[in-house]
């Protein structure tokens, strides 16, 4: 089991610097000339050395340097003329996929909290939560503050409102957005593409990331079928899904061609 770790405190959602940096390395800098552009010559304009210092850090783990995020697809997104929800929810989605903590506070009890109905993000109920597993599957909990904990819940809920899922400022509710069908896509051919079976895939929590369910994603399935990224057939508890799309960049070059 990955522990939990604190580093979100040190660098949080950065969106617009994420684009910035996808947009250059899509127009052909390298990752080192990336980097040199941020410290060296202030790129994200940001007034200290040890500020700049750690965003690289933060952007290089998070994107540039993980063998999980697939680079190629996600900067001709963040440079292509896509939508913008679309472009920050799959930023958003690898966002999570790096930082562990927000991932399970987002699929456990934030999303728990909007399945049961809430309005707004109870705060007791992650509390809860950080006590139920740090005697099972995270006991590093055991080792934090009060203040820390407290510190990773509003760091959290605060991402979530930068990424729109969560809206407000002293209580965060939950935001009403609508979930582009691209968004569905790209998290549905990144599992196939890493081996997940179909089934395992329509029910896989990455979803919850995007406050969706089973049913909806079924719906999602649907209504790609119909616009051509794929078939899919359903007979009861029994899916089927064929496409002609091999990659992540083969389906981007799909949004793309349908814009």
């Known amino acids: ?21 996808l947009i250059r390395l899509a127009n052909g800098k390298s990752i080192q000339e990336i980097k040199d552009l941020i410290l060296k010559d202030n790129l994200l304009a940001k007034n200290t050395d040890s500020t700049r210092k750690k965003i690289w850090y933060a952007l290089k783990s998070r994107f540039l340097e993980n063998s999980e995020v697939d680079l190629k697809s996600l900067k001709k997104i963040v440079n292509s003329k896509l939508l913008p929800s679309i472009k920050d929810l799959i930023i958003y989605y690898y966002f999570c996929k790096y930082e562990y903590i927000v991932y399970e506070l ?5 999303f728990n909290q909007y399945k049961m109905g809430f309005k707004e993000v109870d705060k007791e109920k992650i509390i809860e939560y950080f006590e139920s597993v740090s005697n099972t599957s995270h006991p590093e909990i055991n080792n934090w503050t009060e203040e820390t904990r407290a510190r990773l819940i509003r760091h959290t809920l605060a991402i979530l409102k930068d990424f729109k899922i969560l809206k407000g400022s002293r209580k965060k509710e939950f935001y009403e957005f609508f979930v582009p069908l691209e968004v569905v896509l790209y998290i549905l051919f990144y599992l196939k593409i890493k081996g997940n079976p179909l089934n395992r895939i329509i029910n896989h929590k990455d979803f919850n990331l995007l406050l969706l369910e089973k049913e909806e994603i079924i719906e999602y399935l649907h209504e790609a079928s119909k616009k051509g990224y794929l078939i899919f057939n359903q007979s009861g508890n029994i899916y089927e899904l064929k496409t002609e799309i091999n990659s992540l960049e083969d389906l981007v070059n799909e949004f793309k061609r349908k814009i």
């Open 1 to 21: 089991m990955k522990q939990f770790d604190t580093q979100i405190t040190r660098a949080l959602s950065l969106i617009p610097e994420t684009k910035k940096v």
């Open 106 to 110: 987002v699929t456990e009890p934030i």
